[in-house]
């Protein structure tokens, strides 16, 4: 194991995986979701899909990637030497690659858009035409390719820097300021006239909306949210080091991610509502609603609502980046250390893969929305039950014990160890299994 390199303090893990965890689940699909699905109330049980059984998950992930200190593959032959828990580890190489490649095209808008709000795209007098514009760019794939080009670029250059110069280094930084520019224009938003209706969306209780489609949309948006299932956290857990106590780290990024969601849907909603718009979810909301709103705003003053689009793109840009470096680690970490290629080849390779099959979602919408469902609602709710039954069946107790508790000597954890060792082997796999089967079935 010489040569890897760890994360250097709780700090650095944390804003690691909230890295990973931020992104654009918590803009366009959080906020939306609530509102749908009963305000308040859906929050609520998100907060319990949160706790009860998706920090479970990330609990398991971490104990398979800090035990073994390896890739996801290595770290399954390790744990389960030549049995069939090899092709978890396959699978969990494979599936974020996937969503690397459709994520970082979604990227790649958010770089076009960011230069259109530098260059005051969106304008009072251009208004009625600005939601076009977004049909217009994806009509024109020579450019959509470019910027898909730029955003992997970006995301390889980080994670060839590596663990700590680049992963470690970028999410340090850019964490801390996310948060401030999120919370930035939520103030903003929640000054203009008309808020208070966007407010009431996200939280008005609703509990007759709490139906089982609601909480399988919980538990989809909670395991996409916090990057489970598709090893990128077990990957990230083997960069912690033996001193690190897990559940805090796993506790304070699974608060981080979900306090981005609520402040990300105060700083889209009251917006929305204020400029009398239906709320949307996914790239209309995104790349359509809020232009138009900013090009609006853009009556109360041009550079005001220039600065607002900007920093709204940043924020869109650098959550996209701290996410699709987290899935490009898990390849290149499985490349470099299972098939002996040299960090640089193996982030190129990813690179190149990832560029193609992105291309093909540029190219074929179908290809796209065909890999974002195979991903988001079928392959990380497999992989989320199969860490749970994992580390709740096939490892030993006490060698969970051990590695959630340092060995015993963190006495809160060994305290709380066998609450959560009852959520990780009953609770997590059988409320999955269900909600999943549910949703096949409904
Ligand atoms: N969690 C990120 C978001 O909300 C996306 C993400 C990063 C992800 N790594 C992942 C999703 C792994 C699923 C699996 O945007």
Known sequence: ?????????????????????????????????????????????????????????????????????KNTF????????????????????????????????????????????????????????????????????????????????????????????????????????LFVLVLVIAVYSLTLPGAGEGIRYLVRPDFSKLTPDALAAALGQSFFSLSLGVGTMLTYSSYVSKDENLMASGVGTAVSDLMFAIFAGFAIMPAVFASGIAPAAG?????ETLPYIFAKMGTGGLVLSAAVAIIFFITILVAA??????????????????????????????????FMVGILCVLRGSVFDFLDKLCSNFLLTLGALLFSLFVGWKMKKEDVKDELTNGGTLHTNVKLFPIIYFLIKYVAPVSIAVIFISGLVG
């Open 283 to 287: 790239p209309g909301l995104v790349f």
């Open 321 to 354: 980046l701290t996410s699709s470096i987290s899935m490009m680690e898990v390849g290149v970490a499985y490349l470099s250390e299972e098939k002996g290629i040299s960090r640089t080849a193996a982030t190129a390779g990813i690179f190149i893969f990832a």
């Open 1 to 69: 194991m010489s040569g890897r390199e760890n994360f250097g303090s709780r700090a650095a893990v944390i804003m690691a995986m909230a890295g990973s965890a931020i992104g654009l689940g918590n803009i366009w699909r959080f906020p939306f979701i609530v509102g749908q699905y009963g305000g308040a109330a859906f929050i609520l049980v998100y907060i319990l899909c949160c706790f009860l059984l998706s920090l479970p998950i990330l609990f398991s992930e971490s104990v398979i990637g800090r035990r073994t200190h």
């Open 74 to 177: 290595g770290a399954m032959e390790a744990l389960a030497p030549r049995s069939s828990w090899k092709w978890l580890g396959l699978l969990t190489v494979v599936s974020p690659i996937i969503i690397l490649s459709y994520y970082s095209v979604v990227g790649g808008w958010s770089i076009e858009y960011l230069f259109k709000s530098v260059t005051i795209q969106f304008r009072p007098d251009n208004a009625e035409i600005v939601t076009g514009m977004f049909g217009e760019f994806a009509a024109s794939r020579a450019k959509v390719i470019a910027c898909l080009l730029l955003f992997l670029g970006m995301t390889a250059g980080i994670v060839f820097a590596g663990v700590k110069k680049g992963i470690e280094r970028f999410s340090k930084i850019t964490i801390p300021v």
